[in-house]
């Protein structure tokens, strides 16, 4: 018997993971997928989720970014930057894969082409399920995400709400890194790289253009409640994109996904299972922005996991749902509350902008 599974191997269950079995758990990592493998995102890192990751990444970035040019609901441009260092822009499926090795280096078990579709609750932990085989644990982390099973199993959430998920439309745009050069937005006396983002094309939600080596990812979304003839949307935004830069997009790899917008913290914990990451709902309702919670929330639960087992007290699985509280649950609330005022109207929106801009045009 495993002292943890954990089942899902994006960032927050191969953190859980990793930070489990240095912490000297017996610990196995169920991924349904091989990786490398695709995952939609727009691959933005932010200096959140940067301060929380204690490994270096410099191998799988693809761009450095100091600053944001966003869009504002009028056409206005302003640019938003801090000192130094804003973020970095990845590849999901090689950032996903590297944080999988290195849980995989600390000494846990990953096993990867395995899909949890059931859980058995023992008088002494989990067995988890999959076609063929099964795995025991005495505690058990779900990470699978926005669609995953575990949140069901262990009797915490049924489905989301419609306000609760948003859909996202996203597709990487290959170019030459000539081309990328030269079309990408720029600021600063060293024409640094930045992130470019859209607001006013949607009601509770964005689109980007975000610079990566050899191309860009592109997307738009929003809450799926003020979804609003999402497609259309994406044409505009498509064509919109193409005649600010005079490059003709191939966008023919687009694909749609959902995201949770977490406009509070719901319960994440079980008899002997937590939840992290996108299947806990940790994600900014404001910049849909999770792989920094998925990060931190994975980290905290190896923690508790590793008490839970030292101190073989099952109900210290609590202090888990207490540290969320205290800290992403906090944040969560804050970002909820300025999301609610900001999309209240457009004039709302411009004067935010306008108070934060470093460089309004």
């Not at 000494?107 to 859980?119: C, D, F, P, S, T």
């Not at 799926?224 to 999402?230: H, P």
């Not at 109900?315 to 209240?344: P, S």
């Amino acid at each position: 018997m495993y002292d943890l599974t954990v089942v899902g191997g994006g960032p927050a269950g191969a953190t859980c993971a990793r930070r489990a079995a240095e912490a000297g758990l017996d610990v196995v990592l169920l991924e349904k997928a091989h990786h490398p493998r695709e995952k939609p995102c727009g691959g933005a890192l932010g200096p959140q989720a940067i301060r929380s990751l204690d490994l270096d990444i410099s191998s799988v970035i693809e761009r450095t970014f100091n600053a944001a040019i966003v869009r504002t609901p009028s056409g206005k441009k302003v640019t938003l930057t801090s000192e130094g260092l804003i973020g970095h822009i990845v590849t999901r499926s090689e950032f996903d894969s590297y944080l999988l090795q290195k849980a995989a280096d600390a000494g846990a078990e990953v096993i990867q082409g395995v899909e949890v579709v059931g859980l058995e609750q023992l008088r002494s932990g989990t067995r988890a399920l999959a076609v063929g085989d099964s795995y025991k644990s005495h505690l058990l982390v779900g990470a699978d995400g926005v669609n995953g099973i575990i949140a069901r199993e262990l009797g915490i959430r049924t489905k989301w709400s419609p306000e609760q998920v948003a859909l996202c439309y996203s597709a990487n745009v290959p170019m030459s890194s000539s081309d990328v050069e030269s079309a990408m937005m720029t600021h600063g006396a060293e024409e640094s790289p930045a992130i470019e983002l859209y607001f006013g094309l949607v009601s509770w939600g964005y689109g980007w253009c975000f610079p990566k080596r050899n191309g860009f990812n592109i997307g738009i979304g929003c809450r799926v409640d003020k979804q609003e003839n999402l497609q259309q949307k994406w044409e505009e935004f498509v064509a919109m994109i193409e005649g600010e830069k005079g490059i003709e997009f191939d966008v023919s790899n687009r694909v749609s996904y959902r995201v949770p917008v977490g406009d509070k913290l719901n319960r994440c914990i079980a008899r002997r299972g937590m939840l992290i990451g996108d299947a806990a709902g940790l994600v900014s309702p404001f910049t849909g922005e999770g792989i920094s919670y998925a990060i931190q929330s994975g980290a905290s639960a190896a923690k508790i996991a590793s008490e839970v087992v030292e101190s073989k007290s099952p109900l210290h699985i609590v202090e888990y749902d207490n540290q969320l509280k205290k800290t992403i649950g906090l944040e969560l609330m804050d970002t909820r509350w300025l999301t609610g005022i900001l999309n209240k109207s457009h004039k709302h929106m411009e004067l935010m902008f306008q108070i934060v801009a470093e460089d309004p045009v």
